[in-house]
């Protein structure tokens, strides 16, 4: 695991806070390297599958040529929803690393865990917390700045 991916993911949930969009970012890392960025566009595109997640899968699938990503890695600044945990079993990707836990819908422990071995026919490896406060402070002033602006209106 590295931080500096963690990093980058960060940077990718900021982007989606400058549009109003809830800040969760993702990079998929292939081989050292960083070969696909999201973050979420839900409010932006009105489509509930424009998660960071599933837009960086999207993007790593392009680059390589495949459905499968092999010798592949995730950082995403939030735990996984059903949708995504379901996306990263399904892509084959090893190892996710994220960083907030999600108490309301994370699938990777939180309040289910998805990716328990031997549940499906792919196995992930997942560590929870890496950067915790730094990706649970980018979702804290969001929202705590969102109800500031409802207030004012």
């Known amino acids: 695991m590295d931080e500096k991916f963690m990093r980058e993911a960060l940077k990718q949930a900021k982007k989606a ?16 390297k960083i070969i696909a960025r999201g973050y979420n566009k839900r409010e932006t595109k ?3 599958l ?14 390589l040529g ?3 990503l092999p ?13 995504c945990a379901g996306a990263i079993i399904n892509s084959r990707i090893d ?8 108490k309301k819908s994370g699938c990777a ?20 917390g890496v950067m915790e ?5 980018v979702l804290t002033e969001f929202f705590k700045e969102l109800r500031k602006k409802k207030k004012r209106s």
């Open 109 to 128: 422990g939180s309040n289910i865990n998805l990716f328990e071995s031997g549940l499906f026919n792919y196995d992930v490896n997942v560590q929870g």
């Open 133 to 137: 406060c730094e990706c649970a402070k």
């Open 95 to 102: 190892n996710i690393y994220f960083g907030a836990y999600d």
């Open 17 to 32: 806070a400058a549009i109003g969009e809830t800040p969760v970012g993702a990079v998929i890392v292939h081989e050292g």
């Open 46 to 48: 009105k489509n509930a």
């Open 71 to 83: 010798r592949c890695d995730m950082y995403v600044t939030l735990e996984p929803c059903p949708m």
């Open 50 to 63: 424009m998660h960071a997640e599933i837009l960086a899968i999207d993007k790593a699938c392009k680059k």
């Open 66 to 68: 495949g459905w499968r």
